[in-house]
């Protein structure tokens, strides 16, 4: 079965720190790759996604993903956090195959002024 | 346009009771699916529908069933709630079951079996 693993359960950092989120998945065929953002008591927004073309997504509020096949990763990354990136954050994976997402445990962002 | 709705937002039941989590969507999305959320272990998918009149189990399937008697609803039924139903469930929904689809997702209901 596909699996996908978030090795950072809970991250704190300061604002203006830099940020890369771990995410690992399993399958290895065709994948399209997701990352989801979960602002407290608010339900999940699509940040960013890949499907083809360009390892290197661009997602909203600053956020990137890159896609290294080899390595069966999409790491989430942001240059420069703000005290408003507090939230979780969920990795997910949906082969062709399948007609669900696959998540991962989430990774908690804590970022402190 | 609404986007995906779920009522009720909070639910406490005992032990033993039912209840139905209603999900619906105005966008015309062929694919439904539910998730229930706990800490520690992100999403899981509990049942999925790809269209009117077709639902699949997903991963975690037992103790809840759904139908699809339109294309803008999907509810949840728990038939006999129990202690390890309690959890946060979301509803989500895309055009197509296609994998570049971006799914939607509802607001959340929480609920409490005590």
């Known amino acids: 079965a596909q699996s996908v693993s978030q090795h950072n359960h809970h991250v704190i950092l300061s604002e203006a720190a830099s940020l890369e989120l771990g995410c690992n998945y399993s399958y290895g065929g065709t994948v399209n790759l997701f990352w989801y953002v979960q602002y407290p008591g608010q339900h999940l927004q699509l940040l960013l996604k890949y499907f083809s073309g360009d390892p290197l997504v661009k997602g909203i509020k600053g956020f990137e993903a890159e896609f290294i096949k080899s390595k069966f990763s999409f790491n989430l990354r942001k240059p420069s956090v703000q005290w408003s990136d507090t939230a979780e954050y969920f990795c997910a994976v949906r082969d062709t195959g399948r007609r669900a997402l696959t998540f991962g445990s989430g990774t908690r962002l804590q970022v402190q002024p | 346009n609404a986007g995906v709705t779920q009522t009720p937002k909070f639910q406490v039941l005992k032990t033993g009771q039912s209840m139905t989590l209603q999900c619906a969507q105005d966008m015309n999305h062929e694919y439904m699916s539910w998730y229930r959320q706990d800490p520690g272990m992100g999403l899981r998918l509990i049942h999925y529908?790809?269209?009117?009149?077709?639902?699949d189990q997903g991963e975690v399937p037992n103790g809840y069933n759904v139908s699809r008697s339109t294309t803008e609803d999907f509810p949840l039924r728990l038939l006999s709630a129990a202690p390890s139903q309690t959890s946060v469930y979301f509803c989500?929904?895309?055009?197509?079951?296609?994998?570049?689809?971006?799914?939607?997702f509802g607001p959340g209901t929480r609920l409490t079996v005590l």
């Open positions: 989500a929904s895309s055009k197509t079951m296609i994998g570049t689809d971006t799914q939607y």
């Open positions: 529908s790809v269209g009117a009149g077709i639902t």
